[in-house]
T-cell receptor, first 112, second 114 residues
Framework: SQKIEQNSEALNIQEGKTATLTCNYT??????LQWYRQDPGRGPVFLLL?????KEKRKERLKVTFDTTLKQSLFHITASQPADSATYLC???????????FGTGTSLTVIP | SAVISQKPSRDICQRGTSLTIQCQVD?????MFWYRQQPGQSLTLIAT?????????ESGFVIDKFPISRPNLTFSTLTVSNMSPEDSSIYLC???????????FGQGTRLTVV
């Protein structure tokens, strides 16, 4: 069956440290992998997109890696801040259709 | 980009009744997507709504329970029919403009069925 799994538990880190979130998938062949941030009571907001032929993408304090052999993406937030506390979702975009397949989400708390 | 206005933002409903959720987009889009997000879980696609045709439902979701309208390229509604407490969830609409790859979401409707 098709599965997209993220860090199984909530992640708590100290302010200033780097947060690393994982997204593992099986039985998909994504053309793109995307990361979204979701705050309580809000819809997800797009952060970054990485294509299947890209290994790494950066945007300010954010970095995403994509390993299609391991079927894994890592999402890093460097110099984390309490304002980074949120749930982070990975989403796979396959070559067919227009829908996304979302991961289970990881709740991140940055402790001051 | 796209800005989506979704309403109501929350509602508490009696079991057996129906609730219609509205989604308005500030630009024309071909496809609109309706998701459900149960407490502590990720997003599950309910259906894809195309203007001028019947919505396409995902496995486990049926038109009688979740009828969808798509009268034009900027508007859609999702109705949750004959509600039970198991329908308590957050419902989200989403669009994906043709010029980009990312999705944009409404703020969600938090539904509680009592």
């Amino acid at each position: 069956s098709q599965k997209i799994e993220q860090n199984s538990e909530a992640l708590n880190i100290q302010e200033g440290k780097t947060a690393t979130l994982t997204c593992n998938y099986t039985n998909y062949s994504p053309a793109y992998l995307q990361w979204y941030r979701q705050d309580p009571g809000r819809g997800p907001v797009f952060l970054l997109l990485i294509r299947e032929n890209e290994k790494e993408k950066r945007k300010e304090r954010l970095k995403v890696t994509f390993d299609t052999t391991l079927k894994q993406s890592l999402f890093h937030i460097t110099a984390s801040q309490p304002a980074d506390s949120a749930t982070y979702l990975c989403a796979l975009d396959t070559h067919t259709g227009n829908q996304f397949y979302f991961g289970t989400g990881t709740s991140l708390t940055v402790i001051p | 980009s796209a800005v989506i206005s979704q309403k109501p933002s929350r509602d508490i409903c009696q079991r057996g009744t129906s609730l219609t959720i509205q989604c308005q987009v500030d630009s024309q889009v071909t496809m609109m997507f309706w998701y459900r997000q149960q407490p502590g879980q990720s997003l599950t696609l309910i259906a894809t709504a195309n203007q001028g045709s019947e919505a396409t439902y995902e496995s486990g979701f049926v038109i009688d329970k979740f009828p969808i309208s798509r009268p034009n390229l900027t508007f859609s509604t999702l109705t949750v029919s004959n509600m039970s407490p198991e329908d308590s969830s957050i419902y989200l609409c989403s669009v994906r403009p043709p010029t980009g790859s990312e999705a944009f979401f409404g703020q969600g409707t938090r539904l509680t069925v009592v």
